[in-house]
């Protein structure tokens, strides 16, 4: 088979890159793709750097063995943390997500944006380089998310639990005038109809999928991999957690099976 025809790999801690999924499967719907949903083990953002680089490592070998031509790291916890290892690893491309911190620094007028992200990413050196390149004149407000990813993995995205939990992180963007929030995780789109109600009109959300989604279709143009097919492809998930919630997050439209990874 030509490598064209091989997988688009994706892996996240859970169910939230299947937000980039989307993305991705709208600008590229003839590409087949693999998505690996690590729930077991989410959330990433409360483990170390050296555990985020293992259960990477442990996701990237699955997906190498299930013919991926390039992999996806739709996470932006295990991007700030292990793509430079994965990267130096793995003879293979990857594409990795952070957030959008530069869009929202060059286009603030108040000079403030708030930027949600889990404890792992605020925390990694990768962040901090790209904000500190980005934002000299601005103030940004960092907020860890926490909490936020174990209820959109039990499937709570509209619960009253997540209301309080977002309406107590925002606050404090609030106070500090923000006109931008930038969602630093990719479980965290699926919150953006909740997050339109609680902002004013004049605060724009970003997030990094749609980029994602470009630079996976430059890059495999790039190594001449893009799959030319007229016909759509094949997706499937694998999760190691709750395949419902799964399931639910993609409408029920994909095949989802359970797998012990
Ligand atoms: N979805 C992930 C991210 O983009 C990880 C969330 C987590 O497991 O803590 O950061």
């Known amino acids: 088979m030509s490598k064209s025809k091989h997988k688009i790999g994706i892996f996240d801690s859970g169910i939230g890159g299947t937000s980039i999924f989307k993305e991705i499967n709208a600008l590229l719907p003839h590409e087949n793709t693999i998505y690996l949903a690590d729930s077991k083990n989410a959330p990433y953002g409360d483990k170390s750097k050296e555990e985020i680089i293992s259960l990477s490592i442990k996701n990237t070998k699955l997906l190498l063995e299930k013919d991926c031509k390039i992999i996806v790291v739709a996470c932006n916890t295990a991007t700030t943390?292990?793509?430079?290892?994965?990267?130096?690893?793995?003879?293979?491309?990857?594409?990795?997500?952070?957030?959008?911190?530069?869009?929202?620094?060059?286009?603030?007028?108040?000079?403030?944006?708030?930027?949600?992200?889990?404890?792992?990413?605020?925390?990694?050196?990768?962040?901090?380089?790209?904000?500190?390149?980005?934002?000299?004149?601005?103030?940004?407000?960092?907020?860890?998310?926490?909490g936020i990813v174990p209820l959109i993995e039990a499937g709570k995205i509209n619960s009253d639990a997540m209301k309080s939990l977002l309406e107590d992180y925002i606050k404090p963007m609030l106070k500090a005038d923000i006109d931008y929030l930038v969602l630093g995780c990719t479980h965290y789109p699926y919150l953006i109809p909740q997050l339109l109600e609680m902002l004013p009109k004049h605060i724009k959300i970003i997030d990094s999928g749609l980029a994602v989604a470009k630079q996976t279709k430059a890059i495999l143009k790039q190594h001449e991999l893009l799959n030319l097919s007229a016909t759509k492809g094949n997706n499937i998930f694998y999760s190691n957690g709750n395949v419902t919630v799964l399931k639910e997050i993609l409408d029920d439209k994909f095949t989802v099976k359970a797998l012990d990874f």
């Not at 003879?91 to 944006?113: C, Y």
């Open 81 to 146: 943390n292990a793509i430079k290892v994965l990267r130096n690893t793995f003879d293979i491309p990857f594409i990795g997500i952070e957030p959008a911190i530069k869009p929202a620094a060059l286009n603030t007028q108040t000079k403030a944006v708030g930027i949600l992200a889990t404890k792992g990413t605020l925390s990694s050196e990768l962040f901090h380089n790209t904000t500190d390149l980005y934002s000299q004149d601005i103030n940004v407000i960092e907020q860890i998310g926490e």
